[in-house]
């Protein structure tokens, strides 16, 4: 998966979200899925605290059991969620919970989901400029329509600050979903820079 993640601050109580990602079920071929995802965020707290609505775009390539290309599934997203970070030594940690509602073209769904991350420095207590870094997640996604679970995904990787606001990661992310289990490798990059 190629990601492109992006928080950019308007002022102290405002601030844009953004991603788009690129996934391949392999290395160079087989889209998987192209997710663009947006939105306006508030902070509560010292920029502790965020609440965001946002909307997201996704185009996903099925394929059938032989790898064949089969067809595109459109779908829209409107969503809220609500984003808490906090450090604690040099451990930095982030919270997400997040309510999607779910459009297709004819379908309607609901999901909830939960992530919680860790990011360490090698060295010292702060992740900045040339500095390395330990990354790990985990996020639970639950059907809420159907009051059931939907998937569950464990990143481990490393990072690195190419400036104070801008850093790459790549690792590894197991997705475990009702009837399958897949790996993926994941690359990863962070912009963090004000408007």
């Known amino acids: 998966w190629l990601v492109y ?9 405002w601030n844009i979200q953004s991603d788009f990602q690129y996934r391949n079920y392999q290395l160079v071929e087989q889209r998987n899925q192209f997710l663009m995802r947006a939105g306006i965020g508030y902070n509560l707290k010292n920029q502790n605290h965020n609440l965001l609505l946002g909307a997201a775009y996704i185009a996903s390539d099925i394929y059938d059991g032989i790898n064949n290309y ?3 599934k459109y779908e829209s997203r409107i969503y809220e969620q609500y984003f808490y970070k906090h450090r604690f030594n ?21 999901r909830g989901r939960y992530f919680i991350s860790m990011q360490k420095p090698f060295k010292g207590k702060a992740i900045s400029r040339k500095s390395s870094y330990f990354s790990t997640y985990n996020e639970l996604f639950v059907d809420l329509k159907n009051a059931q679970f939907d998937r569950n995904r464990f990143y481990a990787g490393l990072g690195y600050g190419i400036t104070e606001q801008i850093r790459m990661e790549t690792g590894y992310m197991i997705q475990a979903q009702k009837n399958m289990s897949r790996g993926q490798l ?10």
């Open 70 to 72: 089969k067809t595109t």
């Open 5 to 13: 993640l992006g928080n950019q601050k308007i002022n102290n109580k």
């Open 186 to 195: 994941q690359i990863i990059l962070i912009n963090n820079l004000g408007l």
């Open 90 to 110: 040099d451990l930095y940690l982030n919270h997400r919970v997040r309510l999607e509602e779910r459009f297709f073209p004819n379908e309607f769904g609901l």
